[in-house]
Structure formats: C-alpha cells, structure tokens
C-alpha cells in the first residue's frame, strides 16, 4: 500500500501539473462570407442540423462542454477539432475550388448515409447531435440536388 | 482510492495519446521516403513521367479494386498519395497549373482516404479521383493509349480509366467484374 500511495501521490501531481500546458481554443464569433450557407441556398432547417450536428468540430466555432479546459481533455478536443477542419471547414467552404467543394458534397452524404458521422464518441456527450433517419435523409436529398446543380 | 483509480486512468489516456501521435510521425515519415524513392526513379526520364507515374498508381490501385483487394488497394492508395504528392506542373501554363493544382489537391485526398478505409468508401473516393485522373490526363497527355471505361449501374453510372479495352470493372469487382463498356478512346 506504501508503494501504491507513493504512485497516486505521483500521478496527483502529474495531473495537476499537465492543467498548466496550454491549448488553444478554437472560438470565432464571425460567419464568414465562405460559409456553407453564405454561397449555398442551405434550407434554414439544414443550416441548424449543421450547426448543432457538425459545427463543434467542423468550422472555426466551437461550444465547448464544461470540462473542456481540464487536461487531457482539452488535448482530445483539440486534436478532434484540428483534424476535423483539415478534413471539412463548413466556414471555409467557399474557399474551396468547385471541383473540392463537389468532393466534399459527396463525402458529407456518405459520411451521413453509413452513420460514420458525427462520430459516435460525440454523440455520447451530445445526445442532440444525433441525427434521425428523418433528418439524415433530409441532409442527403440536399446534397445530392446541390451537386446536381453545381 | 478513487482518487487513485481516477489518476491511473488519466494516465492511461495520456500514454494512449502519446503513442498514437507518435505513430502518426512516423507514418508522415514513411510517406516521405516514399516520395523520395518516386522522384529518383523517375528523374532522367521525360518530361512527364511524373504524370506516368501518377497513372501507373492509380492502374495498380484500380486493379486491386478489381480484385476485391481491400488491404492492397490500401497500399496502392497510399502510394498514389505520394506520386500525386511529388507531381511537378512547372512545365505546364499558367492556366494549367492552376486546374492542375486542384485536381491534384482533389485526387490527394482521395488517395488518402482510399489507404484508411474499407472497400465499400474506397470504391466511393475511387469514383471521383477517377473523374480527377481523367481531367489530368486530359492536360499532360500519356504516352499509352488509354480506354475510358463506363459502368451505367454504380451510383448512377461511374467510369473509370484502363489501360486495357477489357472491361474489369473496378466498382463491382468479382460481383459482377464485366459490367459495363468502353466509352472513350484516349490517345495523346
């Protein structure tokens, strides 16, 4: 037990020590004229599955849960966020060439169709994030009618 | 003790997150040597050979595809990356480059992906890095003759490109490996 305290008593201190390194946030309060629903005619019931669905980890503003800020969460989080928007950047989507914003289109239904996305390990936490069979259909005739029309 | 508990597992996470990231260099790492090995191979060869390899790339991968090969389209995907990834267009126009660059961007990330998924998505991303292939093809031309190929049943009809007028089909596989037809004729 002696040895054990010994470990608990370093492992404290570690975990303290690691709240101290700092991460870096990803908050914006601007819509930039890139955004999805800036170029694209998005239906205002899309626009808002995007946003509570997709937006955490898939443009520049992110709404934090409460424990964000204690490590190693804000590790995780960060890491999901930064690769999340090198993958899709729902803010950045006008910056994308047209043949790039047809690929991401597309990737976005499959995405949906084979509940790949949001990720599952998100929807744990965020219970409103999931979406219904109703919604996901919903999301797929868009993208495929906006693909039509590109 | 729970105090305890709660440490040890935090650790854990930690240890966890280390060694993926540090498995992730490593990857980037083999990825650059990859690279290197493309562009000393093909170096002393014609002007276009990058383009020749990028299409060599995606035959394999095509093939492997044909297979049913998850595991190697994986490999061929991966490889495609980094001849796309050491692509030169300077001796292309200004116009060029710039559709080039896209395609290439485009192509890139499908590459990508087709070497981290299952076959259902690989087939998917094959589909439009087709479209990229065929578009670059249409700018640097190759030095073989190429076949335009057309499946009028996967996704509401795909093509894909072949060295050969024998349609294997890429999208079906052993499924159905005939399906479809030679819609085009590419020789420039």
Request: net charge negative.
């Amino acid at each position: 037990m002696k040895v054990a305290k010994k470990v608990a008593i370093i492992l404290l201190i570690a975990f303290v020590g690691i709240q101290f390194i700092p991460t870096k946030r990803n908050q914006s309060d601007v819509v930039p004229a890139t955004d999805i629903h800036v170029i694209y005619n998005v239906p205002k019931q899309i626009e808002t599955i995007f946003k509570t669905s997709c937006y955490d980890c898939h443009s520049n503003n992110t709404s934090y849960p409460w424990y964000n800020k204690i490590q190693p969460v804000a590790w995780l989080l960060e890491n999901h966020i930064n690769e999340g928007k090198a993958e899709l950047n729902f803010n950045e989507f006008g910056d994308y060439s047209g043949r790039r914003q047809k690929s991401k289109l597309k990737s976005i239904a499959s995405q949906i169709r084979d509940n790949e996305m949001p990720l599952s390990s998100y929807t744990i936490i965020h219970q409103d994030a999931k979406l219904s069979e109703k919604e996901k259909e919903l999301i797929i005739q868009w993208v495929e009618k906006t693909i039509e029309n590109l | 003790m729970k105090n305890l508990k709660m440490s040890i597992a935090v650790m854990l996470l930690l240890a966890v997150s280390f060694t993926n990231a540090q498995e992730k260099e490593k990857m980037g790492h083999d990825h650059a040597d990859m690279k290197m090995d493309h562009s000393k191979m093909k170096m002393d060869k014609m002007q276009d050979a990058k383009a020749e390899a990028v299409l060599a790339d995606y035959f394999m991968l095509k093939n492997a595809l044909v297979g049913d090969d998850t595991k190697k389209a994986a490999l061929e995907g991966a490889k495609l990356a980094a001849s796309l990834k050491a692509f030169d267009m300077t001796s292309y126009n200004e116009d060029e480059q710039k559709e080039l660059a896209d395609i290439i961007e485009d192509a890139t990330e499908h590459a990508e992906h087709i070497a981290e998924s299952a076959i259902d998505h690989q087939r998917e991303h094959f589909k439009t890095l087709s479209k990229d292939i065929t578009d670059m093809v249409a700018i640097t031309g190759t030095k073989n003759t190429l076949y335009q190929q057309f499946c009028p049943m996967y996704d509401k009809g795909s093509a894909w490109l072949s060295t050969s007028n024998e349609v294997r089909n890429p999208y079906y596989g052993s499924k159905m490996v005939s399906c479809g037809k030679v819609q085009k004729e590419i020789n420039n």
